[in-house]
Structures are given as C-alpha cells and as structure tokens.
C-alpha cells in the first residue's frame, strides 16, 4: 500500500544522482528526517552549543534536519507528509539517515499499515539515495496514547523483523544500505516514563530530550566511526 502510494506522488521528484560511496567524503553527510522529534532535536543542539551537530567536528560531518511537526507516513493533501520532505533531505547525500516518523498515524492506521509505510519508505529512500545506513526509530509510547501499547509494541516488533530479514545488495559503485531499528533505553517504557514527557503528554522534557539526543547521537557515532575509518 505505502510503495503504491509513494511511487504515485513522489516520481516528481528530482534527487540528485547519489555520489560514489565506495570512499566516503568529508565532512560525511547526516540527515535527520521525521516529526516534531526531530524538529524539538534540532532546538535543542541550538540551545546547547556543546550539542550542535551531534557534538560532531564539522571537519567529519555536517547534520542535516528535516522535521515537520505534525508529520505522517500516510498520504495527506499538505506538507504533513513525509515524502514532501523527501528531496530537500536527499539533496544532501547523506551518508547515514535517522528517521523517526509513525505515532501520528496510531489513530488513522493498523499496526501492519505503519510498519508497511515505514518500510516502504527505507526502501524508496535506498532506492533514491543509497545512503550507507539508515536508522530507523522506534515507535515511542507517548502518554497521549496509553490504550495503544499493544499497538505501538506490535509495530515496533514487525519493524524488527523486516530489518533482520533484509538482505543489503551492491548497486553498481556503491557500498550496500545498513538498516537498524534503534530501540531507545533511556526509560520511556518503565514505570516512571510519564515523568519524561510534557504536560502535552506527547513531547519530551528538558532532561529527557537530552537522553534521546545521546541515544540518537551514540547510534548515528558508529556508523560515522566506520565511515571516516575507511
């Protein structure tokens, strides 16, 4: 359903052929692509300047964010969809791409439907870019949604299989596309994990946006580790 979907409304756009990744270049390119997660990380790493640019040297890398408060997997008729933030964040040849996007469709989809999309997605993306990894996040469990644990921890599992059944191929000069789901452990699924989000009960707080920053900035670092290894 997402690939028929995504292959109607996105042969518009105009990627840049992706360049040779046998050798990475520096700075490596980073993308981060999602909703108001991503856009609240970026406010972040602004806020703290010993954060901006997931701490990296921009000598060996340059993030890039793309968030859209509000952002979908599935179709709509604005820019809430993800795929309309497709090509300004492929423009950038990233090398590694973290995507967090899903828990604004818990009330619209099934849990099949958002792990379709969502793979659908990594796939139109590898097929668009070839970026050497993408990571994908975990579905968090938002307060807002407490009667959709089942659901969210359905969608999550499903994602997880998909990557381990993946089977990562060489397409001409470049190196194949690593999948990973990041499985976040700084306590929003434990007992207390309502102290860790806002009054909206969807948002993180100050203390807890600065867990999920290391957790984004510690699974994106290995991926940069072995690309300016190389």
């Not at 518009?12 to 981060?32: D, F, G, T, W």
């Amino acid at each position: 359903m997402a690939s028929a979907k995504s292959s109607q409304q996105s042969s518009h756009l105009q990627v840049p052929v992706p360049r040779p990744l046998s050798a990475p270049c520096r700075p490596v390119s980073v993308v981060l692509l999602g909703h108001s997660y991503i856009r609240r990380l970026q406010d972040f790493m602004d806020r703290n300047p010993e954060c901006r640019n997931l701490t990296q040297s921009t000598q060996d890398a340059v993030v890039h964010t793309f968030g859209r408060g509000g952002a979908t997997l599935r179709l709509q008729p604005d820019d809430h969809w993800i795929n309309c933030h497709l090509q300004p964040a492929l423009v950038c040849h990233p090398s590694v791409l973290f995507l967090h996007v899903g828990e604004n469709d818990l009330e619209a989809l099934t849990s099949p439907e958002i792990a379709d999309h969502l793979w659908a997605l990594v796939n139109y993306i590898i097929s668009l870019s070839h970026p050497r990894a993408i990571i994908i996040s975990q579905l968090l469990w938002f307060p807002k949604y407490e009667d959709r644990h089942q659901q969210i921890t359905s969608v999550n599992s499903k994602l997880q299989e998909f990557v381990n059944v993946y089977q990562p191929t060489c397409v001409s000069d470049r190196q194949p596309t690593r999948v990973e789901v990041l499985h976040h452990k700084f306590g929003v699924w434990g007992e207390n994990r309502q102290a860790n989000f806002l009054s909206d009960r969807t948002h993180l707080t100050e203390h807890a946006m600065r867990k999920y920053f290391y957790s984004v900035r510690n699974s994106i670092g290995k991926h940069l580790q072995n690309l300016l290894s190389q």
